[in-house]
């Protein structure tokens, strides 16, 4: 059973950086996409960056494209999520995802398309 695990929340000022962590068990993180979400207060939960496997093809919205990067350690079966430049609005629980079946250079960008998750990890960013 895949199990993944975040790490590297904390508190944080505006303008500052966080690394994320996402421990993938229960298999090989290789052959798998990964997907970083949030969920802000108040808000459904949505998209921050997602990774194919081969092919390093990345996806991110536009609210933190240039300031967040996701990148994977197949060895280390860990996939990271780069927080840069954060602003307060950044804040929110933060949750790594994966998804099996998907062919190499592909990723979904649907919450609904990941069937395993992590229990998140909090951010919080101060003005």
């Known amino acids: 059973q895949v199990q993944l695990a975040e790490s590297g929340g904390g508190l944080v000022q505006t303008g500052g950086s966080l690394r994320l962590s996402c421990a993938f068990s229960?298999?090989?993180?290789?052959?798998?996409?990964m997907g970083w979400f949030r969920q802000r207060p108040g808000n459904e939960r949505e998209i921050v960056a997602a990774?194919?496997?081969?092919?390093?093809?990345?996806y991110y919205p536009n609210f933190v494209k240039g300031r967040f990067t996701i990148s994977r350690d197949d060895a280390k079966n860990t996939v990271y999520l780069q927080l840069n430049s954060l602003k307060p609005e950044d804040t929110a629980v933060y949750y790594c995802a994966a998804r099996r079946g998907y062919a190499c250079g592909v990723y979904p960008s649907s919450s609904a398309s990941y069937e395993y998750w992590g229990r998140g990890t909090q951010v919080t960013v101060s003005s």
């Open positions: 990774l194919s496997w081969g092919g390093g093809n990345t």
């Open positions: 229960g298999g090989k993180i290789s052959r798998y996409p």
